[in-house]
């Protein structure tokens, strides 16, 4: 009875993959038709890093030198990216980034520009300060009409205060700006 419980219980856990693996390439396939037709957000997560997690200890903005950066397999991500979208026939317009280097890195390998924007910074460190930068990263992306795409790049934490989702780094999370309701999920594209 076990030996069947087992398999039974393996055979509906497949389906469940299954299920979800679907569910991915729809969301996958919407986020990049979503792109397509111009008009969205492409929230990016930076790429590749060296390991670590956060920064280490007297980091700098303004020092690249002191803060975790984009490793070798980062930077080919980042090509790749801009590659990919370019590929896709996705418009790019205006690119925004956090200060930090693996960001501006990341924005400026993939789309050749980036602009700085305090609100999308790490608040990781310093939650008190995330509900004002979400708030106005969430506007910001309220008033997108384009042309094409508007590209945040920016950190893990910004992206879940942003959108409830988790993207590893070097993902993206594709957002329809949405009017009074405020943004909404298209689906997530990984690079």
Not at 4 to 27: E, M, Q
């Amino acid at each position: 009875m076990r030996a069947r419980t087992g398999a039974f219980g393996r055979a509906l856990a497949a389906v469940a993959l299954a299920g979800f693996a679907s569910v991915a390439l729809a969301s996958a396939d919407a986020a990049w038709d979503a792109l397509k037709a111009g008009g969205h957000v492409l929230v990016v997560r930076h790429a590749q890093t060296v390991p670590g997690i956060g920064d280490p200890p007297g980091f700098r903005i303004d020092d690249c030198a002191t803060q975790r950066n984009l490793s070798e397999a980062g930077r080919a991500q980042s090509k790749a990216m801009g590659e990919r979208l370019a590929g896709a026939g996705v418009r790019v317009g205006e690119v925004l980034s956090s200060g930090w280097c693996r960001c501006l890195d990341t924005a400026r390998i993939a789309f050749g520009r980036a602009t700085r924007y305090p609100p999308l910074d790490s608040f990781f460190d310093d939650r008190a300060v995330e509900p004002g930068r979400t708030a106005a990263v969430r506007e910001r992306m309220r008033q997108w009409r384009g042309p094409g795409t508007l590209v945040l790049v920016t950190h893990q934490v910004n992206i879940t205060a942003l959108t409830g989702e988790v993207p590893a780094m070097g993902e993206a999370v594709v957002v329809a700006p949405g009017g009074a309701s405020g943004p909404a999920v298209v689906g997530r594209i990984a690079f």
